[in-house]
Nanobody, 121 residues
């Protein structure tokens, strides 16, 4: 069974940066990052194929966030730059057993426990 463990969240001022990591135990194919703010539905942030050659981003984070992966370390990263207060949420990584990522959370089979990101204004 695949286990996903996120880390790297914290408190940062607007305009700052954070890098989230997702440690993966077990074999996966494509991976995604999602986030959920209080009172809101979980939303897609970014996704990456197993090879890393295919990536997908939500319009709200394009140009600010970068998803990457190191398969030798079984780790997926989310580099977040130019953070805004509206980026405040619990961030989750997710895995699915097909090669290409998707924005649809229901198509991911495994989820981590989440890491809190808070951006102050």
């Amino acid at each position: 069974q695949v286990q996903l463990v996120e880390s790297g969240g914290g408190l940062v001022q607007a305009g700052g940066s954070l890098r989230l990591s997702c440690a993966v135990s077990g074999r996966t194919f494509s991976m995604g990052w999602f986030r959920q703010a209080p009172g809101k539905e979980r939303e897609f942030v970014a996704g990456i194929s197993w090879s890393g050659t295919s990536t997908l981003y939500a319009d709200s984070v394009k140009g600010r966030f970068t998803i990457s992966r190191d398969n030798a370390k079984n780790t997926v990263y989310l580099q977040m730059n130019s953070l805004k207060p509206e980026d405040t949420a619990v961030y989750y990584c997710a895995a699915r057993w097909t090669n290409l990522p998707t924005m649809n959370p229901s198509l991911y089979e495994s989820w981590g426990q989440g890491t809190q990101v808070t951006v102050s204004s």
